[in-house]
Nanobody
């Protein structure tokens, strides 16, 4: 398994931006699919975006397309989630996850999870 640590969350006004980071412990990081999920209070965890091993290959949830950008830097064992035009409904704990399934968009397809980072968007 991979140990993952998220960072970069915080309190931001609507319309603002944040860049979340997910740092991984393993040197084989480049061989993993990395996904971002989020969970708002009282709601189920939902898929946000994933980036897999094929260069430039990403998938986004419809709710974040055009506002969120996922990227990876394998040399730094890190994946990033750039979030622009934040909305109050983006408020949630954001988790990154690692797995071996290509194009994974469901939480059960991931094996390792970080502890999450809180994003709060004020209106």
């Amino acid at each position: 398994q991979v140990q993952l640590v998220e960072s970069g969350g915080g309190l931001v006004q609507a319309g603002g931006s944040l860049r979340l980071s997910c740092a991984a412990s393993r040197s084989t990081f480049s061989t993993y699919t990395i996904g971002w999920f989020r969970q708002a209070p009282g709601k189920e965890r939902e898929f946000v975006a994933t980036i897999y091993t094929t260069p430039g290959s990403t998938i986004y949830a419809d709710s974040v397309k055009g506002r969120f950008t996922i990227s990876r830097d394998n040399a730094k064992n890190s994946v990033y989630l750039q979030i622009n035009s934040l909305k109050p409904e983006d408020t949630a704990v954001y988790y990154c996850a690692a797995g071996r399934v290509l194009k994974a968009t469901h939480s059960h397809e991931y094996d390792s999870w970080g502890q999450g980072t809180q994003v709060t968007v004020s209106s």
